[in-house]
Nanobody, 115 residues
Framework: QVQLVESGGGLVQPGGSLKLSCAAS????????MGWYRQAPGKQRELVAS???????NYADSVKDRFTISRDNPKRTVYLQMNNLKPEDTAVYYC?????????WGQGTQVTVSS
């Protein structure tokens, strides 16, 4: 059974930091890209950051220079370090894992940035 277990969300003040983690298990194939998406109320889900198996990264313009994505291939885990958080970063963050033709999603973790 495929599982993507996310952790690290929560409430933080503007300017604060959070680190999200997502551990994948039960995937029989090699993992290609791993990434994070987010969905704010009333908005579409959007890509935040992604990282290939070779370490190439891609970021949304709105998070460049504030967020850093990384992965631990043996642990099949992807991380998202979020610094200088802003109220507009408030959303449910979803982990995404691509393995061959398969596309897996985590259950989502809430990130709220508010004073």
């Amino acid at each position: 059974q495929v599982q993507l277990v996310e952790s690290g969300g929560g409430l933080v003040q503007p300017g604060g930091s959070l680190k999200l983690s997502c551990a994948a298990s039960g995937i029989a194939f090699s993992i290609d890209a791993m990434g994070w998406y987010r969905q704010a109320p009333g908005k579409q889900r959007e890509l935040v950051a992604s990282i290939t198996s070779g370490g190439r990264t891609n970021y949304a313009d709105s998070v460049k220079d504030r967020f850093t994505i990384s992965r631990d291939n043996p642990k099949r885990t992807v991380y998202l370090q979020m610094n200088n958080l802003k109220p507009e970063d408030t959303a449910v963050y979803y982990c995404n894992v691509k393995a061959t033709i398969f596309n897996y999603w985590g259950q989502g973790t809430q990130v709220t940035v508010s004073s």
